[in-house]
């Protein structure tokens, strides 16, 4: 979701494009930040700064996972941390009579060798669910939205929405990349794309404002 740095080029989260496809009355603030989880953006103070500008009717889109469910990294967060976390962010946020919306972790790339997409999120993302169930918060799952669309594409396609890049095809990359996590500029687009068709099917207040963009020839 984050806004990349110019070094990760073209690597891009789905919120760089999300500002684009909304009226002058909307304004898009991303305070989503690379490889922090639940426990780490709270820790780091990014999360007070959010409250404290909150205001009435504002949405808070909230999406962790990829950095809290993995034991290996130092921002690991247990499963039931995560949960209670999840359910702090959503406190807060109603707290200013703000409106948070829950978003499952976007799927990872992966495939098995008869070309079915895999779950890469399976439990960390069904305590998404089950936290927006049991507080009554509108659920984009993600998760299960982004392996279709890679399902459609298939093995081979389904790379060009990712961080892709053969030697020499990019300065930032010399070496090149296989990143089956981190977006491509069409990518973060589509993804994207699925997180505003979401919204207009939770008839929340703010599909009213989607734009659709202009098709030219």
Do not use: C
């Not at 109603?94 to 499952?104: D, E, F, G, W, Y």
């Not at 972790?105 to 895999?118: C, E, L, M």
């Not at 509108?138 to 053969?166: C, H, M, R, T, V």
């Amino acid at each position: 979701m984050s806004i990349k740095e110019t070094k990760a080029y073209p690597e891009t989260g789905w919120g760089m494009p999300f500002v684009f496809f909304w009226d002058s009355s909307v304004k898009v603030d991303n305070r989503a930040m690379n490889g922090r989880s639940t426990r780490s953006f709270m820790e780091e103070k990014r999360w007070d700064p959010v409250v404290s500008k909150l205001q009435e009717g504002d949405y808070v889109f909230i999406q962790f996972g990829h950095n809290d469910e993995v034991p290996t990294k130092k921002t690991y967060v247990t499963e039931k941390d995560f949960k209670s976390n999840l359910i702090k962010y959503i406190t807060d946020t109603r707290s200013k009579k703000a409106i948070p919306v829950l978003l499952t972790p976007v799927a990872r790339r992966k495939f098995d060798s008869t070309g079915h997409i895999q779950e890469t999120h399976a439990v960390y993302a069904q305590i998404v669910r089950d936290v927006a169930k049991e507080n009554n918060v509108p659920l984009i799952d993600l998760a299960e939205k982004a392996k279709a669309l890679y399902q459609q594409l298939g093995p081979e396609n389904s790379k060009q929405l990712f961080n892709y890049l053969l030697p020499g095809e990019h300065p930032n990359y010399p070496d090149g990349k296989q990143d089956d996590t981190h977006f491509s500029e069409l990518g973060a687009r589509k993804i994207a794309e699925l997180v505003l068709a979401e919204i207009r099917s939770l008839h929340i207040e703010l599909a009213d404002h989607i734009v659709k963009p202009m098709v030219k020839n």
